[in-house]
Structures are given as structure tokens and as C-alpha cells.
């Protein structure tokens, strides 16, 4: 799985958007936030959609992000981990 170029990350281009706007997120590079000095959050493409991986709990867990519920479920759980309630790692791709 290779990361996200630059035609997927402007389809996702509404969600980078607002995961910009999250406090305490950097984007090094488009497509690649960080939270303090460690890497927080990047995106994958390959043959069966696109891919985010979110840090959670010290452990990276891929989220599928190619609809808009997929996307909503990861903006909500960047939102907690950058402040809110712990959330689950129920967004886990099989």
C-alpha cells in the first residue's frame, strides 16, 4: 500500500481541510500531520480504496476513509485524540 498522492488527496480534499483546523495537528507535508514531534495521521491508496492510518493509544490503526461516513468516523476520532474522550478502535479496516 503505498502513501497518498497528489489526485487522492484531493478527493479527500474537504476532510484535509477540516483535519487542518484540529489544535495541536502540524502538516509537514500534504497529507502528513503530526501531533508534538511524533507522526500522527497519513493517508494510503491502493486497489481497494483509500486509507487512513491514525495513531491511537501509541499504535497506529489503519481506518478505511473512500465514503463519507469513513471519513466522518476518522475526523471524529482525530477530534479525540487531539483533546476529546479516548475513543475505541472500532474504525479498524479488516
Known amino acids: ?40 495521521l497519513h493517508f494510503h491508496e491502493d486497489p481497494a480504496g483509500l486509507f487512513a492510518d491514525l495513531k491511537q493509544d501509541g499504535a497506529f490503526v489503519r481506518w478505511p476513509v473512500s465514503g463519507a461516513a469513513q471519513r466522518k468516523a476518522l475526523l471524529a476520532a482525530a477530534r479525540a485524540e487531539c483533546g476529546g474522550p479516548h475513543t475505541p478502535r472500532a474504525g479498524a479496516a479488516a
Open 1 to 40: 500500500m503505498k502513501h497518498a498522492g497528489a489526485e487522492a488527496l484531493a478527493a479527500l480534499a474537504s476532510l484535509l481541510a477540516q483535519l487542518r483546523s484540529l489544535p495541536g495537528l502540524t502538516e509537514r507535508r500534504p497529507g502528513i500531520f503530526y501531533r508534538g514531534g511524533s507522526a500522527f
